[in-house]
């Protein structure tokens, strides 16, 4: 078994950061869709502004929002503007087609890449 992206939301830019929530980080429920990623999952999140990485969950946001929402500890690695990439992960025994989510600086879907499968098909 490996762990393989399964789904990636790429430079997303974050529109809040909420230290005082209990955790997680909120994001536009058709872009979760688009995505395969699921409410509760684990996330792995790297702000492209800054370098920072860190895990979380997610929670689902209001559909067409455009809203991607830091919460809890992690809102004191990201500031509001920065551009995030979101990716989940899947435990696989074959190689599987990663969905690649396309933003604009709206958070708006612009396009969905299919990438090459990992390893041999």
């Known amino acids: 078994m490996r762990v393989l992206l399964r789904g990636k939301i790429h430079r997303a830019v974050v529109t809040q950061a909420d230290p005082d929530y209990i955790g997680s980080i909120t994001i536009d429920s058709s872009l979760l869709e688009e995505a395969d990623i699921w409410p509760g999952e684990k996330v792995l999140i790297s702000d492209v502004n800054n370098g920072a990485r860190f895990e979380t ?3 689902a946001g209001e559909a067409g929002s455009g809203t991607i929402c830091v919460n809890g500890a992690a809102a004191r690695l990201v500031r509001v ?3 995030i990439i979101i990716m989940a992960f ?3 025994d074959a190689p599987i087609e990663p969905r690649i989510v ?3 600086e709206k958070n708006r879907w612009t396009e969905t890449l299919r990438a090459p499968r990992s390893g041999k098909a």
């Open 57 to 59: 969950y997610v929670v």
């Open 81 to 83: 503007g920065d551009r």
């Open 90 to 92: 899947e435990l696989a």
């Open 102 to 104: 396309l933003v604009d």
